[in-house]
């Protein structure tokens, strides 16, 4: 009776899963590269620059710590006759963290792209 159910669902699954393409020159139009508009030049799986990494991460990475100034600019009048100056030298002091973490990526030459 196992063997039996088992063999049932085996018969069942296996015409459903997927199956590898049977392509013989080219794949499909709508899986081949795209290179804005342009005619492919070589395949998608060829290596980039690590260069483009460790930029793109820097970018994301001051990106996003900007962002976090945005509430504090718009809320900064409550925040200043709630708190007084002491929500404006928070604000300095976040500022001053990310001037230290460019100043950083600036001497270690991350932003060169020789």
């Known amino acids: 009776m196992l063997l039996a159910s088992y063999l049932a669902s085996l018969a069942r699954i296996r015409p459903t ?3 590898p393409p049977n392509w013989r020159e080219s794949p499909p139009p709508y899986l ?24 793109g991460l820097l970018f994301v990475i001051f990106d996003i710590e900007t962002i976090f100034l945005y509430p504090w600019a718009v809320e900064y009048g ?8 002491f929500a404006f030298i ?3 002091i976040f500022i001053g ?9 600036w001497r270690k030459r991350a932003m060169e792209w020789t």
């Open 32 to 55: 081949r590269t795209y290179e804005s508009g342009l005619q492919p030049i070589g395949g998608p799986w060829r290596r980039i620059n690590i260069r483009y990494y460790a930029f």
């Open 97 to 105: 963290i990310l001037a230290i973490g460019w100043a950083y990526a």
């Open 90 to 92: 928070e604000a300095l």
């Open 78 to 85: 409550v925040l200043s006759a709630r708190f007084g100056i």
């Open 17 to 19: 899963r997927p199956r």
